[in-house]
């Protein structure tokens, strides 16, 4: 098992890591991203859109930090609040994987981290 972490997504706020490989290191199982600004570690401006675009990143930054890319991810599991956001997240979602198209689940939650409006995790695969 290795960690993955970088400065370029945000800090983990509890005790996980941000992404671990395992099965030497072909799999990489990344943590639920929030829209949280790795700089300042508040969560962006722009609501749904502009969470929904800052989680994206922050995956990408983990998945480059382990040196993988979008094309990688097999699996997400999108946690909405409220998931009358679905069809903006859903455009999105599309945009950022460009055609890639990874198995996913959509469920709506109760509450996030830092009441954040959405939460993205995924699975990646080398190769």
Not at 21 to 29: D, K, Q, R, S
Not at 74 to 87: A, E
Not at 88 to 104: D, K, L, W
């Amino acid at each position: 098992m290795r960690i993955v972490s970088t400065d370029a997504a945000p800090k983990a706020i509890g005790p996980y890591a941000q992404g671990v490989f395992a099965t030497g290191g072909e799999m990489l199982f990344l943590s639920g991203q929030v829209g949280l600004d790795p700089v300042s570690g508040a969560l962006v401006d722009g609501g749904i859109a502009g969470q929904t675009r800052r989680v994206l990143a922050n995956i990408e930054a983990v998945l480059l930090a382990a040196d993988m890319q979008k094309s990688d991810v097999v699996k997400t599991t999108v946690f909405l609040k409220d998931l009358d956001d679905f069809q903006v997240v859903n455009a999105i979602y599309e945009e950022f994987f460009s055609g890639h198209r990874p198995a996913r689940s959509t469920v709506q939650v109760a509450a996030l981290p830092r009441s954040a409006l959405i939460e993205i995790e995924a699975i990646a695969v080398r190769g």
